[in-house]
T-cell receptor, first 119, second 113 residues
């Protein structure tokens, strides 16, 4: 079963528009962590934000904001006033305790949303 | 700001050959991971490593794969006999705690011919 679903494969926006990237996750754990990573054309994975399952407070950090709703298992990410440099693939990821009990929390990624910001 | 480094950036090998991908994690990280990303697809977990042993591995991480942290700084992924389907970008990652964000290296692109 797919644990992290990013239904939007590709999105195009015009510069300065706001854009929201959707993420729906599935887990049976009561404690888990959610992340957004950015993968620009150069290929590296850049950490953006992290949220704990026990903290539903939504926050804004610069042009980034996120909306975490446990009731709908969603963790959406919004970029305000998009810029060309925001063009990248954005991955939502879920972290749960490993089954071995050894305490590792591997990341399960969604398939990513490719964002293109057009000047 | 400290970064995760990976070498080489690109490795081309013949099918059946052994490859070793190297990573130098951030020095105060304790948890280490390898992920791979087949071109155009999502990032997939391979293995996690803590306290000098594997703590979790995925179905992808079969007997052809092994990891090592030989000297307390380098973290290596070895593929014993490469297959065509091993062609992918391999990312090393690390974190201070098991549940905190993981910081990724720039990746090694492995091409198996």
């Amino acid at each position: 079963a797919q644990k992290v679903t990013q239904a939007q494969t590709e999105i195009s926006v015009v510069e300065k528009e706001d854009v929201t990237l959707d993420c729906v996750y599935e887990t049976r754990d009561t404690t888990y962590y959610l992340f957004w990573y950015k993968q620009p054309p150069s290929g590296e994975l850049v950490f953006l934000i992290r949220r704990n399952s026990f903290d539903e407070q939504n926050e804004i950090s610069g042009r980034y904001s996120w909306n975490f709703q446990k009731s709908t298992s969603s963790f959406n990410f919004t970029i305000t006033a998009s810029q060309v440099v925001d063009s990248a693939v954005y991955f939502c990821a879920l972290s749960e305790a490993g089954h071995s009990g050894a305490g590792s929390y591997q990341l399960t990624f969604g398939k990513g949303t490719k964002l293109s910001v057009i000047p | 700001e400290p970064e995760v480094t990976q070498t080489p950036s690109h490795q081309v090998t013949q099918m059946g050959q052994e490859v070793i991908l190297r990573c130098v994690p951030i020095s105060n990280h304790l948890y280490f991971y390898w992920y791979r990303q087949i071109l155009g697809q999502k990032v997939e977990f391979l293995v996690s490593f803590y306290n000098n042993e594997i703590s979790e591995k995925s179905e992808i991480f079969d007997d052809q794969f092994s990891v090592e942290r030989p000297d307390g700084s380098n973290f290596t992924l070895k593929i014993r006999s490469t297959k065509l389907e091993d062609s992918a970008m391999y990312f090393c990652a690390g974190g201070r705690d098991s549940y905190n964000e993981q910081f990724f290296g720039p990746g090694t692109r492995l091409t198996v011919l």
